[in-house]
């Protein structure tokens, strides 16, 4: 086992910042854990890493209770979100700080800050400052200073929020490929979903001081259990109604915009209020006045609102008025060629299939 947080709770005062938190996190695993600002994903990384103790619930780090180890005797290293490198030294002078505090002998950290350098391809920047590094650079030189005391846990905290886009997306591959190059244990803290599902193993989504869902990412975005995450976790088209029918593995649902049809996989009663939520790119086009634009399930009229162009895809803005301060947007992404442009009409007709849509209890 890598880490077990077992009924993890966190009160500052009046105030519940946790509650019964219950995670385990393999062993070899890169685990984030996303959320909001302010959802209390910071407040774990620090119960986890001895900074904090739990009001309540124990910390089981490979198997051993650490909930009250200080942070210096826990086998973790952290990463925080400035990189909290020394100005002053040079690469090669942050990343031997731990071992010169663990007063090992020159030899073995020559060695060991030489194969660090090769695995964050800063070799030839050995003797620089820190100052004259990239933003990227900056990054690697913490994450190797972190690695070399050889933590069973390596903890960060939003390390590429500092980052431009380009960048971010460029250091999401190199820190997969490290935490698999060195098998450590990573617990990952972001708000970007866009990290979490590109990098993690699993991710737990959490939500006011609660875990909301512990999942692939796959299964996160194409699986969401609660609103939160059907919401939180990538773009969804949201509409509220209520279950007035069943029909063998169907329900329809009456919402402000018509009847929906979609797959009861929670087993929901009539009666119900819900919530179905449709991606994006799971709605398809009916050419207005076309042979297909037939009656057919999960068929909307929308107004054109908008579009907007981004590359391979095409982002399609629509609207619908029902009364005068009820009004539904939706987007579409459409994958991008010639003449989508020049199809696309004031009012679009638009469907979804019913299993592709996500029904939740609201």
Request: aromatic fraction near 6%; charge should be positive; charged fraction near 25%.
């Amino acid at each position: 086992m890598g880490v077990n947080l077992e009924n993890i709770s966190m009160n500052f005062n009046d105030f519940q910042a946790l509650k019964d938190i219950n995670i385990n996190i393999n062993k070899g695993e890169f685990f984030s854990i996303l959320g909001p600002s302010g959802c209390g994903k910071s407040t774990l990384l620090k119960i986890i890493s001895g900074f904090l103790e739990p009001s309540k619930g124990v910390v089981y780090i490979s198997n051993e209770n650490m909930t009250q180890v200080s942070a210096n005797k826990r086998p973790t290293s952290l990463v925080f979100q400035n990189l909290a490198l020394f100005p002053q030294m040079s690469v090669k002078e942050n990343i031997s700080f731990g071992l010169n505090v663990k007063k090992l002998s020159k030899t073995v950290i020559d060695k060991k800050v030489k194969e660090l350098l090769s695995m964050i391809s800063l070799e030839e920047y050995e003797n620089s400052n820190i100052e004259d590094l990239s933003g990227g650079q900056k990054q690697r030189v913490a994450i190797a200073r972190a690695l070399a005391v050889e933590p069973k846990v390596l903890l960060l905290d939003e390390p590429l929020s500092a980052l431009d886009l380009k960048l971010r997306q460029h250091m999401r591959s190199e820190l997969r490929a490290l935490q698999k190059l060195t098998g450590v244990t990573f617990v990952y803290i972001t708000h970007d979903q866009g990290e979490a599902l590109s990098m993690s193993d699993k991710v737990a989504v959490m939500s006011k001081g609660k875990v909301e869902q512990i999942s692939t990412p796959k299964d996160l975005y194409n699986n969401p259990k609660t609103a939160f995450v059907a919401s939180f976790v990538g773009e969804n088209n949201e509409f509220s109604g209520r279950i007035i029918k069943i029909e063998h593995k169907n329900v329809l649902v009456k919402t402000l915009y018509g009847n929906i049809k979609v797959k009861n996989i929670n087993n929901l009663e009539i009666g119900t209020n819900v919530k179905v939520f449709i991606r994006p790119e799971r709605f398809s086009l009916i050419e207005m006045g076309s042979k297909s634009n037939k009656l057919r399930d999960n068929s909307m009229t929308f107004d054109l609102n908008n579009t907007s162009f981004e590359g391979s895809m095409l982002n399609i803005y629509l609207k619908r008025s029902i009364e005068d301060d009820i009004k539904k947007e939706i987007v579409i992404h459409k994958k991008n060629n010639e003449d989508l442009d020049s199809k696309i009409d004031k009012k679009l007709k638009i469907f979804f299939d019913d299993h592709d849509a996500i029904l939740l209890k609201a």
